[in-house]
T-cell receptor
Framework: QVQLVQSGAEVKKPGASVKVSCKAS????????IHWVRQAPGQGLEWMGR????????SYAQKFQGRVTMTRDTSISTTYMELSSLRSDDTAVYYC???????WGQGTLATVSS | DIVMTQTPLSLSVTPGQPASISCKSS???????????LYWYLQKAGQSPQLLIY???SRFSGVPDRFSGSGSGTDFTLKISRVEAEDVGVYYC?????????FGQGTKVEI
């Protein structure tokens, strides 16, 4: 069915990078933007940015500029979100969401700990 | 950035009774294309957020008709006509007119 499936949980050390994938199924991958949203433990939702799978164009929240990179591989209908220079407060569940956010991935927990 | 402010932050409701959540934006969400980019989500415990309402008042596919959205410009409301036990969770509003898209703080609804 139409779905977004994300990669599994990650544990990283401070200063490292994490790369989360989001694979689209059963729809035309290039027809919809993909957004990335994160949620720290017990906190609210925070929009990080979006990518246009058709041309790879991106928009990032200022907060993450210089640390986040969103890319896509159209051959496998997958988008990626890489966050670098990780800190403990980057520990969160990272979600991908399609288009007008009508479809969400299951979330990927990234834990940053020494 | 557009600031989204929800009230109340928590709400205790009785099944079968109505409930209402307010969301105010720091600037108008009316786009030049005539649409207003205000969304409502419900996040149940341990789950991904789910879209309830888009463009102020349009119910997403499969969303029960006890959920309704209203408002314009900077003031918006989500109403549940008769709360059911399955409606517990955290409700968020979000604006999608300007990057960065921004969310309200969330309203926790419990029975």
């Amino acid at each position: 069915q139409v779905q977004l499936v994300q990669s599994g949980a990650e544990v990283k050390k401070p200063g490292a990078s994490v790369k989360v994938s989001c694979k689209a199924s059963e729809y035309i991958f290039t027809d919809y933007y993909i957004h990335w949203v994160r949620q720290a433990p017990g906190q609210g939702l925070e929009w990080m940015g979006r990518i246009n799978p058709k041309n790879g164009g991106t928009s990032y929240a200022q907060k993450f500029q210089g640390r986040v990179t969103m890319t896509r591989d159209t051959s496998i209908s997958t988008t990626y979100m890489e966050l670098s220079s990780l800190r403990s407060d980057d520990t969160a569940v990272y979600y991908c969401a399609r288009g007008s956010t009508e479809l969400w991935g299951q979330g990927t927990l990234a834990t940053v700990s020494s | 950035d557009i600031v989204m402010t929800q009230t109340p932050l928590s709400l205790s409701v009785t099944p079968g009774q109505p409930a209402s959540i307010s969301c105010k934006s720091s600037q108008s969400l009316l786009h030049s294309d005539g649409k207003t980019y205000l969304y409502w989500y419900l996040q149940k415990a341990g789950q991904s957020p789910q879209l309830l309402i888009y463009e102020v008042s349009s119910r997403f596919s499969g969303v029960p008709d006890r959920f309704s959205g209203s408002g314009s410009g900077t003031d918006f409301t989500l109403k549940i006509s008769r709360v059911e036990a399955e409606d517990v969770g955290v409700y968020y509003c979000m604006q999608g007119i300007n990057v960065p898209w921004t969310f309200g703080q969330g309203t926790k609804v419990e029975i």
